[in-house]
Antibody, heavy 116, light 106 residues
């Protein structure tokens, strides 16, 4: 069955870089795209960016200068890196399967706190 | 960016009630509108895609409608397990979510 799982540090220092990994199973990264979505506590989700099935990327314009998404198809993994983190980057980060831009399966999410 | 406005922000209804949640886009999104259900402490779950298509495994009491800028999620008979926050999501252009409707049981 389709599964996605996020992993990464729960605590990041202000101004540092966040690195997250999404490990997928049950589908191929060369057939489906993967998006990253984040959600501050008690607020609506925000789409961050996408790794297309063909290896291309797309980013939320508000985050584009700080965000990078890459992948390793041999390991079924998609990576997120975002630099210059601030306290308002605190929240839960999800990776999702992106089927024709419709986010149909989600990982359980990883909580990231930006604090010194 | 397309802004998505959901109303009401909180809805309280009784078990068995017919419930309607609304989502309005700041411009035409050509029916590229999904609905997600998020229970406390869980990831969002896809209920409806492209306005009116029920995702596999979702109960038939959930339905969606709309066009242009105005969309609706309807629960035909509210059940206790439907307590959650519901988000709309447009993917006509750069994807954006609404801020959610919190559904409670009276």
């Amino acid at each position: 069955q389709v599964q996605l799982k996020e992993s990464g540090p729960g605590l990041v220092q202000p101004s540092e870089t966040l690195s997250l990994t999404c490990t997928v199973s049950g589908f191929s990264l060369t057939s489906y795209s993967v998006s990253w979505v984040r959600q501050p506590s008690g607020k609506g989700p925000e789409w961050m960016g996408r790794m297309w099935y063909d290896g291309d990327t797309a980013y939320n314009s508000a985050l584009k200068s700080r965000l990078s998404i890459s992948r390793d198809t041999s390991k079924n993994q998609v990576f997120l890196k975002m630099n210059s983190l601030q306290t308002d980057d605190t929240g839960t980060y999800y990776c999702t399967r992106d089927h024709y831009s419709s986010l149909d399966y989600w990982g359980q999410g990883v909580m990231v706190t930006v604090s010194s | 960016d397309i802004q998505m406005t959901q109303s009401p922000s909180v809805l309280s209804a009784s078990v068995g009630d017919r419930v309607t949640l609304n989502c309005k886009a700041s411009q035409n999104i050509n029916k590229y509108l999904n609905w997600y259900q998020q229970k406390l402490g869980e990831a969002p779950k896809l209920l409806i895609y492209n306005t009116n298509n029920l995702q596999t495994g979702i109960p038939s009491r959930f339905s969606g409608s709309g066009s242009g800028t105005d969309y609706t999620l309807t629960i035909s008979s509210l059940q206790p397990e439907d307590v959650a926050t519901y988000f709309c999501f447009q993917h006509n252009s750069w994807p954006t979510f609404g801020s959610g409707t919190k559904l409670e049981i009276k």
